[in-house]
């Protein structure tokens, strides 16, 4: 279940200012993504997909969308390592799962021979779980889930940069927290060393620099204390 920006903030355990910082960033991520995915299925629609545009193309422009919002976060954005990294994570799995799915599709003889060709469409011919990929509800996900890791990953830093020597995973502790991160509530580890939660390393909730996979990540509302 999708909440909007405000419902899901506000059941995280973080203070009002933050919630409506992350509440604003949200929404310009939203607003971007939902732009990318309207152009990148018009692309779809005219057989410019991997035709007229590569995939490197789309994932420059997404690395780039990331690094901009990143930036609207924090300070010194293009020095930061960690956010790049992430940028370049986050463009490839968006692109590859765009991808993935759009070669999945099967008796759809209009829509595989536009992607053979690149010869144009009409919306119709585009199958429901393809629009799926771009629509407004998915923009929304990664709007929340990558809010989310931009300042965690901001909270993360300023714990480690406090002197504090260890760090605490929080849950919320309701009927929405997944089985893997009730189990982490209270978890303590040295600053230096990662978090276990589902047999995945995390230096922070939301945190996929280590290989935690997405069902660990995505719309994760814990905390780190």
């Not at 279940?1 to 506000?10: A, R, T, V």
């Not at 771009?134 to 406090?162: C, D, G, M, P, V």
């Not at 939301?206 to 719309?219: I, K």
Request: net charge negative; hydrophobic share 40%; aromatic share 8%.
């Amino acid at each position: 279940m999708i909440y909007n920006e405000i419902e899901f903030f506000d059941a995280m355990n973080i203070l009002k200012s933050e919630k409506e910082e992350r509440v604003k960033l949200s929404r310009k991520i939203k607003k971007s993504m939902d732009e990318f995915f309207a152009k990148q299925l018009l692309d779809i629609i005219f057989g410019a997909f991997l035709h007229a545009i590569s995939s490197q193309q789309y994932r420059d422009e997404l690395l780039d969308l990331y690094v901009a919002m990143a930036g609207a976060a924090m300070d010194d954005i293009a020095q930061d390592r960690e956010v790049i990294a992430k940028a370049e994570r986050f463009a490839n799995y968006i692109q590859e799962t765009t991808e993935k799915n759009i070669q999945a599709v099967k008796g759809n003889s209009r829509f595989e021979l536009s992607r053979q060709i690149g010869t144009r469409m009409t919306k119709t011919d585009i199958p429901s779980e393809i629009n799926r990929l771009f629509s407004s509800e998915r923009a929304l996900e990664i709007a929340l889930n990558e809010t989310n890791w931009i300042y965690n990953y901001i909270q993360h830093q300023n714990i480690k940069a406090s002197g504090q020597l260890t760090h605490t995973w929080l849950s919320q502790e309701d009927e929405r927290v997944r089985p893997s991160h009730a189990l982490a509530d209270g978890q303590t580890v040295p600053i230096d060393q990662p978090f276990i939660v589902g047999g995945y390393q995390l230096l922070f909730p939301g945190d996929d620099s280590l290989g935690a996979p997405a069902r660990e990540v995505v719309l994760c509302r814990c905390v780190e204390v």
